[in-house]
């Protein structure tokens, strides 16, 4: 039996006996170097045993921290809990880089946080058929790797090539060819009762059954994605195919173009003429692409066979130069050393090809710190909401973040990513000093964007533990958020799944 330490049980750090007995349990599951208790009660501004987070959302109080390696520890630490005797309930994170949203912080205090990084095996892989089993410690760096030099890719982020694959999914996240909810094909989930079961498609040994998500009956893998439903173990998601060549057309306007720019930009998408995400940079958030200054960016991408990609890349050029809306226009700068964003443009070429840059070389240009150090040394809020993609409707978001700047002096990046000709995931960034001031400040400016943003109808898709309650706040009176509380109810009666995430 293993030995717990003193701290494990001293008095102070835990005065719930429940609490104290449970978590004695889960530390002999785990293994003591698996549970850190928290050294003092936080104050609220003090760092607790997650330490900063980039965003300086306030540290919450912990009851422990909570480090399991295999799926069936993660079923027996949550059966540890399931019969809400304790106050305590767990909140979920996988490699943690939640930055700008609250990194690895839950939403409410009383938490016993589960970091899922030590389940990092690829359980399962077949290239031919297109699908990989991971658990949540899984890094695209790590998939990508595997998946080097073969005929399927991953579908990356803009953020470290150090994050999790599943846990990304896990809040929406984007990626750099759709969102990644679209590779999600099932899920491996620990109920609130502590049972293990398996939803969406999962290989089955001796039979090729063709990866599909949905099944028969209700599609259940999206009940648990921004859920607190359970805690996701592993998820089978899918390998795309690999182009045989990609570019990535560079294009520069002016602010004043942004609304008739962004419309011949979406002409593109809707003709089918590019492939992946279309990427669009205020002049804030091109300066780390090498932009000129006061200048818009757009990634646009075009892919296929090297026929393809020629045509592809010549036509929306000429699209481009003849339109007269753009200010430069390039389908060369990684293919040509001497281009003045050679090494930028390469980096970018590759992500879109499935690559993630293990150096982070653009992400630290972006924060302006590596990423093991972010949550530290950086200063970093994220505000995500959706606009339709026409050229008024991000004409009218570039006026907000104008708007927010005057009124706060907080200048914004701005990336409209487009997921189709009609939705654009805008990120509103904003990167601060980390001082109180500061802080504060844009802290205020993220409250301003959630207010001006959703008068105007563009609701964000992810939200920061800050405002967690706006989930029921921003949903009509369609009876969604109620069935919502009846299946959480139902599913999780004593609540111990990360309440106040999305719930
Ligand atoms: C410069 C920069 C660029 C970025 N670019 C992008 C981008 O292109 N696209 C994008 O989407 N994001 C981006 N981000 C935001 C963020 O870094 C990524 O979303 C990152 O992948 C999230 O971290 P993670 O993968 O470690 O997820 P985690 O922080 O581990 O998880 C995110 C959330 O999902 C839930 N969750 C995670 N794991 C589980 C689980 N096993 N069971 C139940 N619930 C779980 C929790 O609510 C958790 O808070 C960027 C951030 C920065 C700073």
């Not at 001293?10 to 208790?37: E, N, S």
């Not at 040994?205 to 599609?219: A, D, E, I, K």
């Not at 930009?265 to 958030?285: C, D, F, H, M």
């Not at 109620?482 to 106040?500: N, Q, S, W």
């Amino acid at each position: 039996m293993t030995v717990l330490p003193a701290e494990a049980t001293r008095p102070g750090t835990c005065a719930d006996p429940d609490l104290a007995a449970v978590l004695d349990r889960v530390a002999r599951i785990v293994g003591t170097d698996g549970v850190t208790l928290p050294a003092e009660e936080t104050n609220g501004t003090e760092a607790g045993p997650l330490g900063p987070n980039a965003g300086t959302y306030r540290s919450r109080r912990l009851h422990a921290v909570v480090r399991p390696r295999t799926a069936e520890e993660v079923r027996r630490v949550v059966e540890s809990f399931a019969d809400g005797r304790t106050a305590a309930r767990l909140h979920t994170h996988s490699t943690g880089g939640n930055w700008g949203l609250g990194s690895r912080e839950p939403a409410q205090d009383g938490a016993v946080v589960l970091d899922l990084r030590g389940l990092d095996r690829v359980r399962d892989i077949d290239v031919a058929a297109g699908w990989a089993v991971l658990e949540p410690g899984v890094t695209q760096a790590r998939l990508a790797r595997l998946l080097r030099g073969t005929e399927r890719m991953l579908n990356v982020t803009a953020s470290s090539a150090h994050t999790s694959v599943v846990g990304n999914a896990l809040d929406r996240g984007v990626g750099l060819r759709h969102q990644r909810v679209e590779d999600l094909t099932g899920l491996e989930i620990v109920l609130p009762n502590g049972e293990l079961i398996r939803v969406g498609w999962w290989p089955e040994p001796g039979r090729p059954t063709p990866v599909y998500t949905h099944g028969l009956g209700p599609s259940l893998v999206q009940l648990f994605v921004q859920s607190s439903l359970g805690v996701v173990t592993a998820a089978t998601v899918r390998l795309l195919p690999r182009p045989d060549a990609l570019r990535v057309i560079r294009l520069n306007f002016g602010p004043d173009t942004v609304e008739s720019a962004t419309a011949e930009i979406r002409r593109w998408v809707s003709q089918g003429l590019t492939r992946g995400v279309v990427k669009i940079y205020n002049e804030a958030a091109a300066k780390a692409y090498g932009s000129p200054p006061g200048q818009y960016l757009a990634h646009v991408c075009v892919d296929g066979t090297p026929e393809a990609v020629d045509a592809l890349s010549g036509i929306v050029t000429v699209e481009a130069v003849t339109s007269g809306l753009f200010s430069a226009v390039s389908d060369t700068d990684a293919g040509d050393p001497a281009a003045d964003n050679h090494d930028i443009a390469v980096r970018v070429e590759r992500a879109y090809a499935g690559d993630p840059d293990p150096t982070d070389t653009l992400f630290e240009a972006k924060t302006g710190h590596p990423a093991a150090r972010l949550d530290e040394e950086g200063g970093f809020l994220f505000f995500l909401p959706l606009v339709p993609f026409t050229g008024p409707a991000l004409a009218r978001a570039h006026h907000l973040i104008e708007q927010v700047r005057a009124e706060t002096g907080t200048r914004c990046g701005a990336t409209f990513n487009a997921l189709d000709a009609d939705l654009v995931d805008c990120v509103v960034t904003m990167r601060f000093p980390r001082t109180e001031t500061e802080a504060d400040r844009a802290h205020r400016t993220l409250d301003r964007l959630y207010e001006l943003f959703t008068a105007e109808g563009f609701l964000p898709y992810r939200l920061d533990i800050e405002h967690t309650e706006w989930a029921d706040r921003l949903t009509p009176g369609t009876g969604a958020r109620d069935f919502a509380r009846f299946l959480k109810t139902a599913v999780d009666p004593h609540r111990i799944i990360a309440p106040g995430r999305y719930a």
